[in-house]
């Protein structure tokens, strides 16, 4: 699957749990570790692991991948599943404030939705 089409389909996995605030960073010309972040919002620890069950449990059952690694489980605030080209940070809204990855990628188009469903790259 294309990097940019895993991370629209994370994106829309976070928000049928009701993730807040999901965020797509393209870093294809920012980055030689990754080409998106994916950057969601939880408000409890149950939130967080069922975005991350809906998630891992999609991509898994429906699209036969798994992540390269994971971490954050448990009594966690902060979840990353690590699938390569797409990085997918599941956070409490406190710790995201704390880390603002979004403040350290700041140069980085955010892809949004375009009127069409179609993704589109703001700059």
């Known amino acids: ?3 940019k089409k895993l991370a629209l ?3 829309d996995l976070a928000e049928n749990k009701k993730a807040e605030n999901v965020v797509i960073l393209d870093l294809r010309k920012l980055s030689d570790v990754t080409d998106f972040f994916v950057i969601a919002s939880a408000t409890s620890e149950p939130q967080l692991r069922a975005i991350e069950s809906e998630l891992l449990g999609t991509l898994r059952d429906q ?3 798994r992540p390269n690694a994971t971490d ?3 009594q966690a605030s902060w979840i990353v599943a690590d ?7 599941l956070m409490k809204p406190e710790v995201r404030d704390r880390y603002d990855l979004e403040g350290l990628w700041s140069d980085a188009p955010r892809l949004t939705r375009a009127r069409r469903g179609k993704a589109a790259l703001e700059a």
């Not at 699938?83 to 940070?89: A, C, K, P, Q, T």
Request: aromatic share 16%; charged share 10%; with cysteine.
């Open 72 to 74: 954050g489980h448990g």
């Open 9 to 11: 389909l994370c994106r």
């Open 63 to 65: 699209y036969q991948l």
């Open 83 to 89: 699938f390569f080209d797409v990085i997918v940070h």
């Open 1 to 3: 699957m294309q990097s």
